[in-house]
């Protein structure tokens, strides 16, 4: 046994610096120098042991490595959510609500149940002028055609929901 694992210290050692590097990947933003040495170092251990030993050893190589792979992933990514690493610096806790004045979009609601004409043709969406101010808008559904009469019903964020009039 000791000399297998004596004949095999480059796929260890490849395998094992590759998840390191991988491990390494998922905290670094972007995917990087780190990720593709990690694949790279994965994939000559499987080739080193398909080499040195049979293709059923580099299999069994393969099946370990993707075995411990998703063993540290999920162990990681629990420990990002509910654990020790949750209250790191690493994660960020800060969010951005609309009390305290992060909006979205715009705030299009002051266009509720204004009235103005569709400039392009609505199906369903289109460009609506409203006192002289344009805006992307969407009929329910329906085709409406240039020129028709139309009132803003809806506001979804920059979502803007018009019907002709007389409906």
């Given at each position: ?7 095999n210290?480059p ?21 990087g ?6 694949i ?6 499987v ?40 209250r ?12 305290d004045?992060?909006?979205p ?6 266009f509720?149940?204004?009235e103005?004409?569709?400039t392009?043709?609505?199906r ?22 240039q020129?028709t009469?139309i009132?803003i ?12 009039i007389g409906?």
């Open positions: 046994m000791l000399e297998w694992i004596a004949a210290i796929v260890i050692i490849c395998a094992v610096a590759g998840i390191g590097l991988l491990i390494l990947e998922m905290f670094i933003p972007g995917f120098v780190a990720g593709l040495s990690g790279a170092l994965e994939i000559a251990a080739v080193v042991a398909w080499v040195n030993n049979t293709p059923m050893v580099a299999l069994i190589v393969l099946m370990a490595e993707l075995t411990v792979a998703a063993i540290i992933l999920s162990i990681s990514l629990r420990s990002a959510a509910k654990g020790r690493l949750s790191s610096e690493m994660i960020l806790h800060a969010t951005q609500r609309d009390e004045g992060y909006l979009t715009e705030d299009m609601k002051v509720l149940n204004k103005g004409t569709a392009t043709a609505l369903p969406t289109g460009m609506g002028d409203f006192d002289g101010v344009r805006l992307n808008v969407i009929s329910d559904g329906e085709f409406i055609e020129g009469p009132r019903t809806r506001v979804d964020g920059a979502r803007i929901v018009v019907q002709p409906k």
